[in-house]
């Protein structure tokens, strides 16, 4: 207890008191008429979010790859495939595991798995959280019952709330990524040990091997080559890589 | 993996050459009528170490891989590298640069430690960054130990014989992708074989750098071993240390000695040591033994020439103390083992 310091109460004259009162007076005076609250009225108002808020996901099929990589990188093991009726695997999601990091959305090389502001969504049971692919595909029906949104305005001094007239977009539209592409090919074909796991791998049958005379003759077809990149992930010997093509 | 190279030195069409089938079933059916069948396995598990395919090629006691007509994926890798698909026995001394004999001073081994010496100066070189030794558990099972740094190293699981096959090479590939630099690996000449055809095959492997060989007459099948071991009294809890010396099988416990002649353990030799001739292991960078020097010292002969800059490492760091070699001795065994010729012919 040595280290406490007592403070004195400091000592003002009669004028001095009578001016803190006054603006004391005039403060609550003033909060009385204009509360300066930080409420937001839910569900009539909601905060404005910015665009690059990470909420309820969105996917369009058609720009989806099979390349896996939202699978592969969800740290909560949210997302699984599931095989559709085309004989491709798209992603689905348990909202139950889900943590929002938008790693998925991150790594989708072509943009299929999108965001949207969409932060309150309720379910009544656990199962209903696993959202299925056609879930995924279609805007989520929310709702609606804001008249204004509101957003926090920091001055140098001061917090000032400010409510706009008018609801806040929920779906951002988001410039298409680059057309960057990229084909599988073999980087040490003497290493090759002529498995054909890339072949049973390939969800675009790019990849074809022939044995010809006592030698396989490996080919992908980079026509066909999605640039998913499974085979290379799968490549036993690991001398697959991904060349960006242009 | 999304590694980006230029579009020149990688290849959308490729050629993989296929081997003779003599059988026209899947290439491990042939493996397993040539190889495994006719008892000339020596269980080096080569094949285990390119086996592609998931769940595949294992051992217990022999190499098994279940349900194989199935599974196989009918590759030709495991024919292509098997030390003993196109058996050719090898013999002698083999090549060399030096025959040096060693005591470690930092290490404490079954003779001179110099396996584990030459193991930590190459990462102390930074040659390799891994490297595969065998390990044991309170059995004396083998295991595979993955050391990534020489502090590791006093693990006293790691240093001494087992007298067991070791399934070292089935993992080498994980060590391969995984490692930076280069990978060592320390085993018997058939398996010490298995590497060199890797290395010769595919060009990945060639990064296990290190390979290095152990003087071996033979090797048992730990069932069997453990088994004979018991009926001879020994304690798995209290073993300490297995050995053989002057014709002598000892087995070291904390609480006495068993000893018995080497010639008991005849009727266990699996079938393929007895048609093994390679006792100082040919095909190695360096083969390493007690055989032929002074005990508490081993016999190190330098096959490479990584391996002789890495003995000048050594001398230039005082880190072991040299002694002199009785090839003659060495040459004794080999002679020895040579005689096996006869089994095959068989």
Redesign the interface.
């Known amino acids: 207890m040595r280290d406490v310091k007592k403070i004195a109460i400091p000592e003002y004259d009669a004028i001095e008191k009578a001016r803190r009162h006054v603006i004391a007076l005039m403060t609550g005076a003033r909060e009385a008429v204009t509360p300066l609250t930080f409420t937001i009225h839910y569900p009539k108002e909601r905060k404005h979010m910015p665009d690059c808020f990470r909420g309820y996901i969105l996917f369009t099929p058609e720009n989806c790859i099979n390349c896996w990589q939202c699978a592969f990188i969800c740290p909560a093991n949210a997302i699984r495939m599931k095989k559709a009726s085309d004989n491709r695997y798209y992603p689905t999601i348990d909202y139950a595991k889900c943590i929002f990091c938008h790693f998925c959305v991150d790594s989708c090389s072509r943009g299929a798995l999108r965001a949207t502001k969409i932060h309150d969504v309720a379910y009544r049971d656990m199962d209903e959280m696993l959202a299925d692919t056609e879930e995924l595909v279609e805007n989520p029906d929310v709702h609606r019952e804001d008249e204004r949104y509101v957003d926090y305005v920091l001055n140098e001094d001061d917090a000032v709330i400010k409510r706009e007239k008018g609801e806040d977009r929920f779906f951002v539209e988001i410039p298409p990524p680059p057309d960057v592409r990229f084909v599988a090919r073999c980087a040490d074909p003497e290493s090759c040990l002529g498995c054909r796991i890339c072949e049973h791998v390939c969800e675009s049958g790019a990849i074809s091997s022939v044995v010809v005379n006592g030698v396989r003759e490996m080919r992908i077809d980079e026509k066909k080559c999605s640039g998913c990149g499974l085979c290379v992930k799968e490549c036993a010997m690991q001398i697959l890589i991904l060349v960006r093509v242009r | ?5 230029h ?1 020149a ?10 081997p ?1 089938k003599p059988l026209d079933v899947k290439y491990f059916g042939n493996l397993k009528s040539r190889v495994i069948d006719t008892g000339i396995c020596s269980r080096c598990l080569t094949c285990a170490a ?1 086996c ?2 998931p769940e595949g090629i294992t051992a217990i006691d022999g190499v098994v891989f279940e349900n194989w007509e199935e599974k196989c ?1 009918d ?3 495991c024919v292509r590298v098997c030390p003993r698909f196109e058996y050719v026995p090898k013999s002698g001394v083999g090549d060399y640069i030096d025959i040096i004999a060693a005591r470690s001073k930092r290490f404490k081994g079954q003779d001179g430690a110099m396996v584990t010496e030459i193991i930590a100066s190459a990462m102390e070189m930074d040659i390799i960054d891994r490297a595969i030794f065998v390990g044991r558990d309170e059995e004396w099972r083998t295991t595979n130990f993955h050391l990534r740094d020489t502090e590791q190293l006093s693990l006293k699981t790691l240093s001494g014989t087992k007298y067991c096959y070791s399934n070292a090479l089935s993992e080498l ?1 994980d060590a391969v ?1 995984m490692s930076k630099k280069g990978v060592g690996v320390v085993g018997t000449p058939c398996m010490v074989s298995g590497v060199r055809n890797l290395r010769e095959q ?4 060639r990064k296990v750098k290190l390979s290095i060989g152990l003087f071996c007459t033979e090797n048992f099948h730990w069932h069997e071993l453990h088994e004979f071991l018991s009926k001879k009294g020994v304690s798995f809890e209290k073993l300490i240390k297995t050995d053989i010396t002057k014709g002598q099988f000892i087995a070291t416990m904390t609480d006495g000695e068993v000893s018995f002649p080497v010639k008991d353990l005849e009727e266990i030799i699996p079938s393929g040591c007895h048609v093994c001739t390679d006792f100082t292991a040919v095909d190695a960078d360096a083969s390493v033994g007690s055989v032929g020097s002074a005990p508490g010292f081993s016999t190190v002969i330098v096959r490479s020439a990584l391996v002789k800059d890495i003995i000048g490492y050594i001398k230039q760091n005082n880190y072991a103390e040299f002694g002199d070699v009785m090839l003659k001795v060495v040459q004794k065994m080999v002679k020895l083992k040579k005689k096996r010729e006869a089994h095959l012919k068989k």
């Open positions: 993996m999304w590694r980006s190279r579009a030195n990688v290849l959308s069409e490729w050629r993989v050459k296929l003779e390119v592609p395919a994926l590759c030709g890798a590939r992708l595919y060009p990945v492997f």
